[in-house]
């Protein structure tokens, strides 16, 4: 039971460039979330989901697109990249429950140059 | 609309010592509040949640946290501080309605010294 799990770890992108921060998780959680957290910050929302095929904006969502086809996946995907968008990218998830706890990943680290 | 204040960026003690991180809340109704702990790189960690059921919560590692709705505030203590709690904390609001988003504080940095 690995929970949830991101990938890559660490990437460089130079500006214009585009990815995909991939997001898996065996928890077999309907919610899903992606946030950003910059230096001295708490954690912004930037995308989240309630089930397979249902997406919706947070605070944070210009520049970075979404998609849930899945219930285990849930990737972000950043298509012109900016130098504001260097932060450190985290996905959660969370059971169909009202005021329940979140489950975070490890994290990825995006440097835009 | 949810929100919270930390009302310290950072906090040093020496090791043995209590701990107090204070956190105040605003809501419109009656939130759920959590703590959240970092360690360096890596990811969030519950420490304890409040959801309307005791106003005292005992987390993990020695933590716990009072919900106090007449000062709004929802600080964490610990009786005795370890080397190993030295990290970032974070005191988090939920939302109301469907998708339990969360609005996350600042955070509090404590270090812990010998």
């Known amino acids: 039971n690995a929970g949830v799990t991101q990938t890559p770890k660490f990437r460089i992108l130079k500006i214009g460039q585009s990815m995909t921060l991939q997001c898996t998780q065996d928890m077999n959680h309907n919610y899903m979330y992606w946030y950003r957290q910059d230096p001295g910050m708490g954690l912004k929302l930037i995308y989240y989901?309630?089930?397979?095929?249902?997406?919706d904006k947070g605070e944070v969502p210009n520049g970075y697109n979404v998609s849930r086809s899945t219930t285990e996946d849930f990737p972000l995907r950043l298509e012109l990249a900016a130098p504001s968008q260097t932060s450190v990218y985290f996905c959660?998830?969370?059971?169909?429950?009202?005021?329940?706890?979140?489950?975070f990943g490890p994290g990825t680290r995006l440097l835009v140059l | 609309a949810q929100s919270v204040t930390q009302l310290d960026s950072h906090v040093s003690v020496s090791e043995g010592t209590p701990v107090l991180l204070r956190c105040n809340y605003s809501?419109?109704?009656?939130?759920?509040l959590f703590w959240y702990v970092q360690h360096p790189n890596k990811g969030l960690q519950l420490l304890l949640k409040y959801t309307s059921a005791a106003t005292l919560v005992k987390g993990i590692n020695g933590f716990e946290a009072e919900f106090k709705k007449s000062e709004t505030s929802f600080h964490l203590t610990k009786p005795s501080a370890h080397m190993s709690d030295a990290a970032e904390y974070f005191c988090v609001v939920s939302h109301p309605g469907g998708g339990n988003k969360l609005t996350f504080g600042t955070g509090t940095q404590l270090k812990v010294e010998l």
């Open positions: 989901s309630v089930g397979a095929g249902i997406t």
């Open positions: 809501s419109s109704y009656s939130p759920s």
């Open positions: 959660a998830t969370s059971p169909t429950v009202a005021r329940e706890t979140q489950y």
